[in-house]
């Protein structure tokens, strides 16, 4: 059973009926009885276990439930004397922010889709989960005012998106993730050229993406991630130069990583984990990109080594590059010049060699995976990167001290010489061999004895 909220709505009501008694007393515009009347039929088909007639029966612009909201308008002469319904938010979302309830059943009137001719704003929250809900057809009146378009979490609204075709010309947003939708993206949405938010994620969107970037060219935000389209990203996203975050994980996208990206200069999160990408590595243009500050490729058969591209990301706070085929070493580089950096995923790789010493004094590391990958010698960590310090897999790899040891990272051993690592500093220590005291001592003893000479 949907959940109701009368005390909420019957204390609104009384707030809004006196404030809806002044205003109208003072003649002030109302709501035409046929806008009225629709917003009703609307409100019934979402939810008509709720008494909206008896609750809410006076001006709707004046004693709306929450998520109905109007605005005024001139007329051809210049005066404000008439009211329509701008925003119908849909779906109750919190205890701050009440919005009219949905029910199990919920359905769309037709009439909400032919009625609202200075509507600004559609959003349902939740409100499909049960019954299968087509994708209504919109009139071109309905479309050319509407600024946001936002379907959150409907999981029984099926259909295709060329269902919305119309002429959004002043649509801003579209954000309709968690959904039921089927098929390609419409010409419609790459027509829409003031657009700033394009987020198309987790529905079940197929087939290659074939509309054109070209023309949204005020676009910030585009996500079409966790959904079942293929083939190449098309080279026309390289015009997004607006862009700051690009999400396309969870997709079957295939060939290479195409370097028009470089043109995206303001990006700050990327995204392209577990697609196809291939057999190109690690992309070197991403050290053009210096606005960059969560990164992730994981899932991707990239392979190659990690390049040395860090120099000038140093603002980076997330890097994801697990399980593409890696080779060769850890950059010392990543923890030089990465000081920002929070989380860091390498593992299932066939990464080698000894952890980079300058990794262990990252001073904002919450989450450091290295797990499942040829890695040897000392682990440079210390204690306080806790129970998210994850080193499984790596045979090769000791530990000093029996805290870090016991850290979630299985059985890994200590090192032999752990009791004379803490007294040399560690960064003169370069060997990533677990050997014996006395194979170390030697190569220990000159390296400190180089220490004393450079600065005495």
């Known amino acids: ?29 109302v709501l035409n ?16 276990t709720i008494p909206w007639r008896s609750l809410f029966p006076d001006d709707l612009c004046y004693s709306p439930p929450h998520g109905v909201v109007c605005d005024f308008f001139s007329e051809p002469n210049g005066s404000i004397s008439v009211v329509h319904i701008t925003e119908l938010s849909l779906g109750y979302v919190s205890d701050f922010n009440p919005n009219p309830p949905c029910y199990a059943n919920s359905t769309f009137d037709p009439i909400l889709f032919t009625s609202f001719n200075y509507l600004r704003k559609l959003f349902f929250y939740k409100c499909f989960t049960d019954s299968p809900v087509s994708v209504p057809t919109v009139s071109p009146s309905f479309a050319s005012r509407l600024e946001q378009l936002v379907f959150i979490d409907n999981p029984a609204l099926v ?7 119309g002429n959004f010309t002043n649509l801003k947003r579209i954000v309709i993730t968690g959904n039921g939708l089927s098929g390609n993206i419409p010409g419609w949405v790459g027509d829409s050229a ?19 970037f070209s023309k949204l060219k005020k676009v910030r935000i585009l996500d079409l991630s966790q959904n079942q389209f293929n083939g190449n990203v098309p080279d026309s996203i390289g015009n997004l130069t607006q862009l700051l975050k690009l999400d396309l994980n969870s997709n079957a996208f295939s060939g290479e990583i195409p370097n028009g990206l470089v043109n995206l200069q303001n990006m700050e999160f990327l995204d392209l984990s577990y697609n196809h990408f291939g057999n190109s590595g690690v992309p070197l243009f991403l050290s053009q990109m210096p606005r960059l500050r969560e990164l992730h490729l994981s899932g991707n058969s990239l392979g190659g080594k990690i390049p040395e591209i860090w120099k000038n990301l140093g603002g980076i706070k997330g890097i994801g590059f697990s399980n593409m085929g890696l080779v060769g070493t850890i950059p010392a580089s990543m923890g030089l010049y990465l000081r920002n950096l929070s989380y860091l995923g390498l593992d299932n790789n ?11 004094f990252l001073e904002f590391s919450s989450e450091i995976n290295l797990e499942n990958n040829n890695l040897s ?16 897999g790596n045979p090769g790899l000791c530990v000093d001290g029996e805290d870090l040891g016991k850290v979630k990272n299985g059985s890994l051993k200590l090192c032999n010489n752990a009791k004379l690592a803490n007294l040399v500093n560690p960064v003169l220590i370069s060997e990533s061999s677990c050997s014996s005291l006395g194979f170390l001592l030697p190569s220990v003893v000159l390296k400190f004895i180089g220490f004393l000479v450079v600065f005495v």
Do not use: D
Request: hydrophobic share 45%.
């Open 33 to 48: 009885s046929a806008e009225q009347e629709s917003v009703y039929q609307v409100l019934e088909s979402i939810n008509p």
């Open 159 to 165: 259909g295709s998106l060329s269902g919305f075709n």
């Open 194 to 212: 003031n657009l700033v938010e394009l987020t198309l994620s987790r529905n079940q969107l197929t087939s290659a993406v074939l509309m054109s």
């Open 350 to 360: 066939q990464l080698e060699g000894t952890v980079p010493m300058e990794l262990g």
């Open 377 to 392: 010698g000392r682990v440079p960590f210390t204690a306080r990167v806790g129970e998210k310090l994850k080193l499984q």
């Open 1 to 29: 059973m949907a959940p109701k909220f009368p005390i909420i709505y019957r204390f609104f009501l009384f707030l809004v009926m006196i404030q809806s008694f002044l205003l109208i007393s003072q003649g002030q515009p």
